[in-house]
């Protein structure tokens, strides 16, 4: 069976700019199959075209280069200017209440606002203190983790 790799990157573009040679050599060279993966569609990627037809554009064109690399593309048709957060400590929206608002995690961390994406770009993720090594703490998401991670026996 041979080693997958996925090219994970924000626009349609940047894995051929920044990586398409090590993909081309890893599946001429070791024979693995390779996928690439945008999350974004490269809305905004044009002064001469409307964002949805340069996002269309733009995912043609990475279609094609991984059509030219062998590769499977993937894209999550995001925008450009997606921001994707988890926030813990608010009790409502748009006038209506959320019910799993909490002010501390389950080891005592003060729940915060964490940005996971921002412009297509990872930019963060839930942790508590056990899983990451080398971070000094969690950002207040061990509750998130437990109760849905525990509930389904993951953990």
Not at 20 to 26: F, I, M, W
Not at 130 to 149: C, H
Request: hydrophobic content about 40%; glycine content about 10%.
């Amino acid at each position: 069976m041979a080693l997958r790799v996925l090219g994970v990157m924000a626009h349609p573009d940047d894995v051929e700019f920044t990586c398409a040679g090590t993909l081309a050599r890893l599946k001429q060279e070791a024979g693995c199959e390779i996928a690439i993966a945008t999350s974004t569609s490269g809305d905004c990627g044009s002064v001469q075209h409307r964002p949805d037809e340069i996002a269309g554009i733009r995912h043609r064109e990475a279609k094609a280069a991984a059509d030219v690399l062998g590769a499977e593309y993937y894209c999550t048709h995001c925008a450009d200017l997606f921001i994707l957060y988890d926030d813990p400590t608010l009790q409502s929206y748009a006038g209506q209440p959320l019910h799993a608002s909490y002010e501390f995690d389950s080891e005592g961390v003060p729940s915060r606002r964490v940005t996971l994406v921002e412009r297509g770009v990872l930019k963060g993720f839930l942790m508590s203190r056990w899983p990451v090594k080398g971070f000094p703490s969690s950002n207040g998401a061990v509750r998130v983790m437990v109760e849905v991670f525990g509930e389904r026996g993951l953990i």
